[in-house]
């Protein structure tokens, strides 16, 4: 089987959040693990943040990174999914960089699973609920 996994998720197999662990079990399942190649601008970011504002050694975070570049087996082009996350962001009234990654969902007929309780409540009871698993 083969989940698309967010930004959200992600993180959490670099640094202790809150859900490192049931995010450490997704990336143990055995399961295809794909993402929109946005994903890696979104860890970019938390890493810069975590360097910057948290402490964290630059080149600890930075090895950590380019390990979960690795661990995903399919990085898809964003620019194959904009129309589609534009649509959806529209609908949902949310941002369109999470959007990217239900459009894979859907353009793959799979779930997302993510940590982002905001993206979940926002699906609820619209069509794209099926589309998402809270991890």
Same mark, same amino acid.
């Given at each position: 089987?083969?989940?698309?996994?967010? %930004?959200?998720?992600?993180?959490?197999?670099?640094?202790?959040?809150?859900r !490192?662990?049931?995010? /450490?079990? $997704?990336?143990? !399942?055995?399961?295809? @693990?794909?993402?929109?190649? &946005?994903? &890696?601008?979104?860890?970019?970011?938390?890493?810069?943040?975590?360097?910057?504002?948290?402490? *964290? %050694?630059a /080149?600890?975070?930075?090895?950590?990174?380019?390990? $979960?570049? #690795? =661990?995903?087996?399919?990085?898809?082009? !964003? !620019?194959? &999914?904009k129309? @589609?996350? &534009?649509?959806? %962001? $529209?609908?949902? #009234?949310?941002?369109?960089?999470?959007?990217?990654?239900?459009? @894979?969902?859907?353009? #793959? *007929?799979?779930? @997302?699973? =993510?940590?982002?309780?905001?993206?979940l409540?926002?699906?609820? *009871?619209?069509?794209?609920?099926?589309? $998402?698993?809270?991890?």
């Amino acid at each position: 089987m083969t989940l698309v996994v967010d %930004a959200s998720v992600a993180v959490r197999w670099c640094f202790p959040l809150d859900r !490192s662990e049931r995010a /450490d079990n $997704v990336l143990r !399942s055995g399961e295809r @693990l794909i993402a929109p190649d &946005l994903v &890696l601008a979104e860890l970019t970011n938390a890493a810069w943040k975590v360097i910057t504002f948290g402490g *964290g %050694a630059a /080149d600890v975070t930075l090895s950590m990174m380019r390990t $979960v570049e #690795r =661990t995903f087996d399919e990085l898809v082009p !964003s !620019s194959a &999914l904009k129309d @589609l996350a &534009l649509e959806m %962001a $529209v609908e949902l #009234r949310h941002p369109a960089y999470d959007c990217f990654y239900l459009a @894979l969902a859907q353009a #793959r *007929g799979i779930q @997302l699973v =993510t940590a982002d309780d905001r993206l979940l409540r926002c699906c609820a *009871g619209t069509r794209m609920s099926a589309l $998402v698993k809270s991890l």
